[in-house]
């Protein structure tokens, strides 16, 4: 592609690519509901490689080929708006946010001072305050992260600095331990490896049959870290467990550590968005007991990957833990310091997440929020009567928040067919096209795991799930030799 560099406007070439973009993206927004057309249509690398061409070339293509080309990953992307997705916490995104996101791409700025990002370093601070309002936090504050991993690195790191606060200069002194229930995300085990803790030092509790952290066990295991001559320095508790949707027990846990003298950090990546219905509010109850959450508007609340949230219940707190240096002079001046989110994250780079939020928060308001979250838990009590009527069908646990977990089981299978029933029938309808849903461990046997957080699905999807899990499962079934 040919290209006038010294242009100061649009190229002919520009204005027909972006013209044809948009169109695109209209077109996507109005057929994304479409329950005919298969959410996913290509499952394999080879096959991706053979029907699209991937290489760049020295002279470059023309403005026909890119649009070509975004018709390509349109048409074999998977559609995380269509009505029968429900894999993971997310799911397509409302126009407002979506709004947001191009214009964050449109004025490509950063956030790391109030100079370059005036407006959106204001728009972050609204969204930080409500959001810590909402958690109790009233003295809080916060930064937009790089998603709920890094949430947890920066609870992990707050806490360590609250009781070694020495750390930052010369390392982890004192044997530090931390405590994570069995049912926590796996990302707690990377960030303790990121801080040079040591993995072995990160201490599981047993949770319960529900997936809550045994409090019980908590209580056990830090005194014995502490008579084998450890430090404990903080506990995670999770507020929605990846895979059961488990709120652990705030108010016993936060008494704990109050007791132990122990940072307490929550995981509300998932479960967050139940602070803003009062219907739900009570799953997270004793969160203005805690330190530290982190919590993702990209899940429940649908905005675009990635926006996520780290908040802190005492202000300064992040900017003693995430300072540095004078080597940032040329950057971060005395004017306007008290602004400059820069010096409260540990990204300097960071793009502008908070936009699509505000839109979408000024858009529905705090009310649409809990009718929101609402009608999920509704549409996730509905599957739940919905398995328990089917007398193919188990309901693993009862849910506490949108997750549903459920196993085929058929008319007097053994445990291993229905385990193997149940691992095809997840396989066929996502190679179909049909529904994709996560498949996950309980007890070390297999389960589906559709979860409510993509505001295309409703009850008429519902039906259908059941209606094709079963219909597969018995086809399946039937197929088995005969005892």
Not at 72 to 95: C, D, E, I, R
Not at 319 to 346: F, I, P, Q, W
């Amino acid at each position: 592609m040919v290209r006038d560099e010294y242009n100061d406007g649009l190229s002919a070439e520009d204005r027909v690519l972006l013209e044809g973009t948009f169109t695109r993206i209209l077109d996507y927004l109005v057929s994304k509901n479409d329950r005919e057309v298969p959410l996913a249509t290509i499952h394999s690398a080879k096959d991706l490689y053979d029907v699209m061409d991937l290489s760049v070339s020295d002279s470059g293509v023309d403005v026909e080929t890119l649009l070509a080309d975004i018709d390509a990953y349109l048409q074999h992307s998977v559609k995380t708006s269509h009505p029968h997705f429900m894999n993971p916490f997310w799911g397509g995104p409302p126009v407002s946010s979506l709004a947001g996101e191009i214009i964050s791409a449109l004025t490509n700025t950063s956030m790391y001072t109030f100079e370059i990002a005036p407006v959106a370093t204001l728009i972050e601070q609204e969204m930080i305050n409500v959001m810590a309002k909402f958690a109790g936090y009233d003295n809080g504050e916060g930064t937009f992260t790089s998603g709920g991993s890094n949430g947890n690195l920066m609870g992990l790191l707050c806490a360590r600095d609250h009781k070694f606060p020495d750390a930052k200069f010369s390392g982890f002194t004192g044997n530090p331990v931390a405590f994570v229930s069995v049912e926590s995300h796996y990302s707690v085990e990377v960030a303790a490896n990121t801080l040079g803790m040591g993995t072995d030092n990160l201490i599981a509790v047993e949770s319960d049959d529900q997936g809550r952290m045994n409090v019980a066990d908590l209580q056990a295991k830090i005194s014995e870290q502490k008579a084998a001559g450890k430090t404990p320095f903080c506990v995670i508790a999770t507020s929605g467990t990846t895979v059961k949707g488990a709120f652990d027990p705030l108010p016993e846990i936060a008494d704990i550590c109050e007791r132990e003298e122990i940072w307490l950090h929550i995981d509300a990546a998932w479960g967050g968005a139940a602070l803003l219905s009062p219907t739900t509010r009570n799953l997270m109850q004793g969160i203005e007991h805690s330190h530290s959450l982190c919590w993702d508007p990209h899940k429940m609340m649908g905005v675009p990957l990635i926006c996520s949230v780290f908040l802190v219940n005492q202000s300064g707190i992040l900017k003693d833990v995430c300072s540095h240096s004078n080597s940032a002079h040329y950057l971060l001046h005395k004017k306007n310091a008290e602004l400059d989110t820069g010096r409260m994250s540990l990204q300097c780079g960071r793009r502008v997440d908070a936009l699509k939020l505000w839109l979408a928060w000024r858009s529905v308001g705090n009310q649409g929020w809990a009718e929101k979250i609402e009608n999920y838990m509704s549409l996730a009590a509905y599957l739940t009567k919905q398995v328990k009527q089917e007398p193919t069908l188990e309901l693993v646990l009862e849910p506490q928040f949108t997750n549903v977990c459920v196993r085929y089981t058929g008319h007097n299978l053994s445990s291993q067919s229905q385990d193997d029933i149940t691992n095809q029938i997840r396989s066929e309808m996502f190679e179909r096209g049909k529904f994709m849903v996560t498949k996950a461990l309980i007890d070390h046997r297999p389960i589906l795991r559709p979860v409510i957080a993509n505001s295309a699905v409703d009850q008429k999807s519902l039906d259908k799930f059941i209606l094709e899990i079963t219909t597969i499962g018995a086809r399946m079934a039937a197929e088995l030799p005969p005892k």
